[in-house]
Structure formats: C-alpha cells, structure tokens
T-cell receptor, first 115, second 116 residues
Framework: DSGVTQTPKHLITATGQRVTLRCSPR?????VYWYQQSLDQGLQFLIQ???????AKGNILERFSAQQFPDLHSELNLSSLELGDSALYFC??????????????FGPGTRLTVL | AQSVAQPEDQVNVAEGNPLTVKCTYS??????LFWYVQYPNRGLQFLLK??????LVKGSYGFEAEFNKSQTSFHLKKPSALVSDSALYFC??????????????FGTGTRLLVSP
C-alpha cells in the first residue's frame, strides 16, 4: 500500500458525460501528478500540482481539468467524454521537496469506461 | 527530448533462474532512473531508483539494477526469479535539471512471465 488513495475504483459512464476522479496523496506529500494509462498510448503524464498550484502540464486535453484543494487532495475532471477516454487514471504523489530525486508513489487507479 | 526504450514486450524465465529486463534511455545531461512494477488491476509500485553514486542499485523484493552510462542502459535484474514476480515492469527517466517538476517519462513496459 503506497498511502495514495483514489476513488472511485471503477467508473462506467456514457459519451458526452462529465466525471470527477479523486486522489488523496500520502501524508506529508505536497505534490500530485495525474497520469492516463491506455493500451495504445501507454502511461502519459497529464498534469502536476504542488501545494495547490498547477506546476506543469503534459498531454492533457482541454476537456480535462484538475485542481488541488487546501487539504492537498486533488480532483481530475473529465468532460464531454469520448470512447477514447476509456483508460486507467492514476495519481501519484511526492514530497515536492526533493526535486527530481523525489520518488513518485502511485495510487491504485480509477478505471474509466465510456460507453 | 527524453525517452525510454524497453525493447522486449515480454520476457519469459523459469522460476529459480536469473532474470533481466532491459531498459535504455535518452536524456539531455545526466539522468535519474526509476523502475516500477505493476500487478494486474493495481497501481505502479516503486522498486528502485538511480540518483548518483554506485552504479549497482538495490531495491525492493530482491531486485537490483545496473546503471551503465556509456551504454545509456539501466537493466533490471534479479538473481533468482519467483512466480510471484510475474507482472508488468516499467522503466522511467527524468533529467537532473531541477525545475520543481519531475517529468518522468516511462517506457512502454515489459511483461515478465515466470513459469514454475
């Protein structure tokens, strides 16, 4: 158990809908990263937050957005869902205080299925 | 741009035999290198990382990896494989540059299958 929690574990929804994925980082970690894992794209970085502020963006679609709250949990919002958004969504957390030597600890993921 | 190559989609090994999962990387400057393992329907679990110092890094569950700068490789090894080691293994790299953002780039993964 990494100490990172994600809810829900599974999500089934229809095209055009909007969903919210939630992540709670490890105790003491300030930074949260979101990733998408799909069969054709592999593991892709989406976005990073540090202590409530957006720090970096990766291959995140405009239909997707995220935020990190004062208690440091983070939410990833996916809207106007398409079939191709079906994937595993992971969050990872780090202390945010060790730069690139930090270790990212991953949550168990949320499996999103868009029908 | 940084990249990671895991040339084998799958590695098959018999239980008790040594295993190697290959990884080569490309990055500007010196790299920080990581190995993660993913079991079915689970998140990625951290195994080990190379930051600096000794080229042989020891990690969790008896795994180790050897950093070879001249060959730009970071192969994962274990002296004696267990059936329970069967999983998907990911190599990842990030450059030394400290931007406050750890851009980990992952390889495509190698499936390890250990037969009894």
């Amino acid at each position: 158990d990494s100490g990172v929690t994600q809810t829900p574990k599974h999500l089934i929804t229809a095209t055009g809908q909007r969903v919210t994925l939630r992540c709670s980082p490890r105790s003491g970690d300030l930074s949260v990263y979101w990733y998408q894992q799909s069969l054709d794209q592999g593991l892709q970085f989406l976005i990073q937050y540090y202590n409530g502020e957006e720090r970096a963006k990766g291959n995140i679609l405009e239909r997707f957005s995220a935020q990190q709250f004062p208690d440091l949990h983070s939410e990833l919002n996916l809207s106007s869902l398409e079939l191709g958004d079906s994937a595993l969504y992971f969050c990872a957390s780090t202390t945010g205080r060790r730069g690139n030597t930090d270790t990212q600890y991953f949550g168990p993921g949320t499996r999103l299925t868009v029908l | 741009a940084q990249s990671v190559a895991q040339p084998e989609d799958q590695v098959n090994v018999a239980e008790g035999n040594p295993l190697t999962v290959k990884c080569t990387y490309s990055v500007s400057g010196n790299p920080y290198l990581f190995w993660y393992v993913q079991y079915p329907n689970r998140g990625l679990q951290f195994l080990l990382k190379y930051i600096t110092g000794d080229n042989l890094v020891k990690g969790s569950y008896g795994f180790e990896a050897e950093f070879n700068k001249s060959q730009t490789s970071f192969h994962l090894k274990k002296p004696s494989a267990l059936v329970s080691d069967s999983a998907l293994y990911f190599c990842a790299v990030t450059p030394h540059a400290d931007t406050g953002f750890q851009k980990l780039v992952f390889g495509t993964g190698t499936r390890l299958l250990v037969s009894p």
